[in-house]
């Protein structure tokens, strides 16, 4: 049988067609019978587009892709006519087993949210980067949390499940995109917080008061004194060993991170890190209340008896629970929320009975006692140096940036010491 060829005597494969106008044609019967046609001014990717002819994939590109859904069982035909607002009506209608008042719900964040958006596009053409700039808008420019989010989410899983099921589309567009706005959420939520990241030194006597001598505290006084008094990181904490505290020469050595989660084991357990940075490997001098904690500590450990527990290799660590078991970093940050809620209460009851103004504790983390005790390592060390050692940051620009956030004004006396030198020089 005579091959045809396209005007350019090029062999046409079974399928294809070129009308006399110039513009191909391929076509094809689909999975449900149906007889259909796509059509393209391009045979290959490497024609030229005719002139005044708008861009579009060449007739062999789109066969490759009608050819994969067809082995796949896509509905192309379908994905290219329903719309996500058919999609819905479908999907509603087969909803069973539901409340009333739970259906209004879906109607009314579908109608609000998603029908003026996407609603008419076809559904074979929305994916992942559409949801992603959806739900964007939603949070950035209409103010909706994530928490928000979720139903609407539910909606669009559960539809496009539906389409998966049916054959319209491979995959759902949708996986992984809400935990993506959720973590993009907390981010920023850090972030708002960060910018008042530490306390003041007034907070700081209120908090450590109430921690010194509340008897309800007394399990956690170790804990927070080490933290005030070196702004080691959270993992850096829990990983001291007592081979790390050395009281001769009235230092901590930083040498690992102790984490908790899967890691390479089938089941979360305990692992060690080395520290965050290169420069997270260091050696702190300890201030005397921090010796004098540790040592409190350390001397009746010594005649108990150690933590038992082994991670890695390592074991006699310093931070351990009454039932033998190891701290978690998320369990410590919760610590610091139980004590500051308690130093308030406390606090708010001392001066109402003084009338005065309570001092508050403001939520704070392991992060935030870090960053305090830099800020007050910078008011009183001129050597950002010594400061970066202390801390462990990766540069000096961390460190740089924590003097200009803790220091507000700074600027405003060194124009001041600028202006008397311009005029007493």
Known sequence: MKKRKDNKKRNLKEGEYQREDGLYEFRWINSQGKKQSVYSWRLTES??????????????????KINSSEVLGIDTYAASRITLN???????SL????RETTKALYQKNYERHIRP??????????????????????????????????????????????????GMVSASPMAG?????????????????????????????????????ERRAAPYRLMVTVL???????????????????FKKSTLKICRSLGYGKRLRTKCD??????????????????????????????????????????DGISDFVFWKNNGELYRSCEINRILETLANACNKRETERAAAENREPVLVPKFSVHQIRHTVASRLVEVEPNIKTVQAILGHASAAMTLNVYAEAMPDANAETMKKFEAGLLTG
């Open 47 to 64: 024609d030229p587009m005719p002139s005044g002819k708008k861009h579009d994939a060449s007739l062999r590109e789109k066969e490759r």
């Open 86 to 92: 058919d999609l819905f009506e479908r999907h509603m």
């Open 95 to 98: 909803k069973t087993g539901i």
């Open 117 to 166: 958006a996407i609603g008419s596009r076809a559904v074979g053409s929305i994916k992942y980067t559409d949801i992603k700039k959806l739900y964007l808008h939603l949070m950035r420019d209409k103010g909706l949390a994530v928490s928000t989010l979720s139903p609407i989410d539910a909606i669009l899983q559960s539809m496009f499940r539906m389409a998966v099921r049916d």
């Open 177 to 213: 995109i809400l935990g993506e706005c959720r973590k993009m959420e907390r981010e920023e939520r850090e972030g708002e917080e960060d910018k008042r990241k530490s306390l003041t030194i007034e907070e700081q006597r209120c908090f450590m008061d109430f921690v010194m001598n």
């Open 228 to 246: 005030f008094g070196t702004g080691v990181r959270v993992g850096e904490l829990l990983g001291l060993t007592w081979n790390d505290v050395d």
């Open 270 to 311: 305990f692992f060690v890190n080395p520290p965050k940075t290169k420069k997270g490997r260091r050696v702190i001098p300890m201030t005397g209340a921090v010796r004098d904690a540790l040592w409190k500590e350390y001397e009746p450990r010594s005649l108990t008896g150690f933590c038992e527990k082994t991670v």
